[in-house]
C-alpha cells in the first residue's frame, strides 16, 4: 500500500525483510576473507571466534528488536538513542552506523572487480599506481566504479523492485553454499581440519574482530521499517531468525573450507571458497566458477542492503536536522531518498581508487564504529526500560534489563580490542586514519547544522518524526 505524498511507502513483505537482512550479513567477504580466517586461527577457532561474535549479536539483536517493534521508524539507531539518550549522543550513535554502512558499500565496490580479477585475470591493464603493495590499475577501478553507479540506479528506483532483486539472489546463494558444504562433508577430508587451532586465543581474537562488520546487516530492518508491511510484533522475530541463520552460515563456510583445502592449499589460495568448491566437487573448475556465482550474488544482496541501510540513516539524520537539508529529500514518485542515495552512491565510487587493501582496511574500521553503535543502542535500550517502562513493545525482550546489560557489556568489551595495545588493535595509518577522517567529518557537519538550524529541541524533533 502506498503512504501520503513526502513519506514513505509500506511495500516490503516478511519475505523481503528477511532476504534484506540475511543477505546483507552474508554478503561476499566469505568468499575472500574466509581462506584467511581459518589461516588465523585454525578450524576450529575461526569457527569459535564466530559464534563468540555471534553471542554478542544475538544480544545486540535482542535490544534491536524490542525497540525497532517499539519504535517502527525510519533511521533505526537515530530514533532510538535519540529517544533514550537525546539529540548528541543520537547524532554520535547514528554517524558510527553510517560509517559501518557506507564501509560495507565501498567494500563491495572494491570486491566487485576482485572477482573479476579471479575470472579473468588478463584483464588487468593499464597500471596507475601502487596502494600497500597492491597495484592499481585502470580496468580494476573502472569496473568498481561503474558497478557502483549501476547499483546507485537500481536504488534510486525504489525498494520493491531492489527487494525482487535481493530475493532472488539470496535464495541462489543459499542453495550454493548448502551445496557446498554438503560436497566438503562428503569428499573433505577430516585431517585438513589440523591444526584447529592457531595462535590460541590472541588467534581467536583476531578472527573475532571482524565479526561485527560481517553480522552487521540484521539491523537494516530498522533503517527501513517505515518501508515494511509487516506487524510490527514481526519484525523482531524476523530480524532475530536472520542473525541465527548467518552464524550458521559463517560457521558453515569456515568447515566447509577447512575440510575440502589443506593448510597449504588454503596458503595458496586467493578466493579459499570458491577453490574449496572446487575441490570438494572433485576438482571441477565448474564448481569454482559457480561459486563465484554465488560471490556475485553476496555483492548485490549486501550492496543493495546497506545502500538501503546506509542512504535511510543518513536521511533520518538529516530529517532531524542534523545533516544538511537536501539530504532529507524524497523522490517524488519513487518514495527513496535521492540525494542520500547519491552520496552513498559517490563514496562507493570512489572506493575503488584505494584498491585490494581496503577490503580489510574497512573491515576493521567500519567494525569498531558498528560495535559503537551496538553499544549505545544497548545503553539506549536500558534507558528506555527505566525511563519508560509502559512504552508500547509489541515484542517485549524477557528479562529485558539484564539483556540490555549483557549487549552493553559485550559491545564494551569488543571495542576495547580495536583500540591501541590490544590483541587485535587497528592498524596505523590506514585503519585510524578512516576512523579519524570520518569523526572530523562528523564534527564539521554536526557545527555546520548546529550554526544552520540553532539548538533543536527533542520535542520538536519528535514532532518531525510523527509527520514522516
Known amino acids: 500500500m502506498s503512504s501520503r505524498e513526502g513519506s514513505f511507502d509500506r511495500v516490503l513483505s516478511k519475505k523481503d525483510a528477511l532476504a534484506l537482512s540475511f543477505g546483507a550479513m552474508i554478503g561476499w567477504g566469505w568468499i575472500v576473507l574466509s581462506g584467511g580466517w581459518v589461516q588465523s586461527a585454525g578450524a576450529l577457532g575461526a569457527s569459535v571466534a564466530f559464534l563468540l561474535g ?20 525510519c533511521g533505526g539507531e537515530h530514533v532510538f538513542s535519540k529517544r533514550a539518550l537525546g539529540s548528541d549522543a543520537s547524532f554520535v550513535c547514528t554517524w558510527s552506523i553510517i560509517l559501518g554502512y557506507v564501509s560495507v558499500v565501498a567494500f563491495q565496490a572494491v570486491a566487485f572487480p576482485t572477482v573479476i580479477e579471479y575470472l579473468f585475470p588478463n584483464y588487468l591493464q593499464f597500471k596507475m599506481y601502487t596502494v600497500g603493495n597492491y597495484d592499481i590499475y585502470l580496468t580494476w577501478v573502472l569496473v568498481g566504479i561503474v558497478s557502483s553507479i549501476i547499483v546507485t540506479t537500481i536504488n534510486h528506483y525504489g525498494i520493491k523492485p531492489l527487494s525482487v532483486i535481493q530475493g532472488a539472489a539470496t535464495i541462489m546463494i543459499g ?63 524476523i530480524l532475530m531468525l536472520s542473525v541465527v541463520m548467518a552464524i550458521g552460515w559463517y560457521v558453515m563456510i569456515i568447515l566447509g573450507v577447512s575440510l575440502s583445502l589443506s593448510s597449504s592449499g588454503i596458503e595458496s589460495s586467493s578466493l579459499a571458497a570458491a577453490d574449496g568448491m572446487q575441490a570438494a566437487f572433485f576438482n571441477s573448475p565448474l564448481a569454482s566458477k559457480i561459486m563465484i556465482i554465488a560471490g556475485v550474488g553476496g555483492i548485490i544482496t ?29 523522490h517524488p514518485k519513487y518514495k527513496t531518498p535521492t540525494s542520500a542515495i547519491l552520496l552513498t552512491g559517490v563514496i562507493s565510487s570512489l572506493a575503488p581508487l584505494l584498491g585490494r587493501p581496503m577490503l580489510v582496511w ?48 559485550l559491545s564494551l568489551g569488543m571495542m576495547l580490542l580495536y583500540l591501541p595495545g590490544a590483541p587485535a588493535a587497528l592498524l596505523w595509518p590506514y585503519e585510524w586514519m578512516i576512523i579519524l577522517g570520518w569523526a572530523i567529518l562528523g564534527i564539521i557537519f554536526y557545527i555546520w547544522t548546529k550554526l544552520s538550524y540553532g539548538e533543536v529541541t527533542t520535542e520538536q524533533v519528535g514532532v518531525e518524526i510523527e509527520n514522516i
Not at 550492496?303 to 537539508?325: C, T
Not at 517502562?389 to 515484542?395: N, T, V
Request: net charge positive; proline share 6%.
Open 302 to 330: 549486501s550492496w543493495n542492503s546497506f545502500f538501503v541501510g546506509g542512504s535511510r540513516a543518513i536521511y533520518a539524520l538529516a530529517k532531524s536536522k542534523q545533516l544538511p537539508s537536501f539530504l532529507a529529500k524524497l
Open 175 to 237: 542453495l550454493i553454499g548448502l551445496s557446498f558444504f554438503g560436497g566438503a562433508v562428503t569428499t573433505g577430508s577430516i585431517q585438513n581440519l589440523q591444526p584447529l587451532f592457531v595462535d590460541g586465543m590472541q588467534g581467536i581474537l583476531a578472527v573475532v574482530i571482524m565479526t561485527p562488520f560481517m553480522f552487521v546487516g540484521f539491523d537494516v530492518i530498522p533503517q527501513a521499517a517505515e518501508e515494511m508491511d509487516i506487524p510490527f510484533d514481526q519484525l523482531g522475530k
Open 362 to 409: 574497512l573491515v576493521n574500521a567500519g567494525g569498531l564504529t558498528i560495535v559503537l553503535a551496538y553499544f549505545m543502542v544497548a545503553v539506549s535500550f536500558i534507558v528506555l526500560r527505566y525511563k519508560e517502562p509502559d512504552m508500547p513493545r509489541p515484542y517485549k525482550v524477557k528479562k529485558g534489563k539484564l539483556v540490555g546489560f549483557i549487549a552493553a557489556i
Open 54 to 73: 555471534g553471542i554478542l549479536v544475538v544480544f545486540v539483536g535482542l535490544t534491536y528488536s524490542e525497540l525497532t517493534s517499539a519504535m517502527p521508524e
